[in-house]
Nanobody, 123 residues
Framework: QLVESGGGLVQAGGSLRLSCAASGRTFSSYAMGWFRQAPGKERDLVAAISWSGFTSVYADFVKGRFTISRDNVKNTVYLQMNSLKPEDTAVYYC??????????????????WGQGTQVTVSS
């Protein structure tokens, strides 16, 4: 089970930190990702991180602003979002798959999804 938290309303230029807490004892073997979906749009990859945490990938539209990280002791993956823009407004989802691989960018490869957390950036 994946449970996101940390969403909310923030002004443009502000920051938020999303957390995704995972239950179970095998989190350290999961590749994890953050996706987002705005109304009327498809679900897009934001960032993904390998099971080890050694590699990560980012969508072009967040490079240099967002950072994905994980704590395998706390069974949690994070998304630090800085310099937020109104176009970052969306529901953010974390996802996981029990694969010891490099970062996975395709949503169809993930087995588990959180319920989502709303991020709203005002101009």
């Amino acid at each position: 089970q994946l449970v996101e938290s940390g969403g909310g309303l923030v002004q443009a230029g502000g920051s938020l930190r999303l957390s995704c807490a995972a239950s179970g004892r095998t989190f350290s073997s999961y590749a994890m990702g953050w996706f987002r979906q705005a109304p009327g749009k498809e679900r897009d990859l934001v960032a993904a991180i390998s099971w080890s945490g050694f590699t990560s990938v980012y969508a072009d539209f967040v490079k240099g602003r967002f950072t994905i990280s994980r704590d395998n002791v706390k069974n949690t993956v994070y998304l630090q979002m800085n310099s937020l823009k109104p176009e970052d407004t969306a529901v953010y989802y974390c996802a996981g798959v029990p694969l010891r691989t490099e970062s996975i960018t395709s949503a169809t490869r993930y087995d588990y999804w959180g319920q989502g957390t709303q991020v709203t950036v005002s101009s």
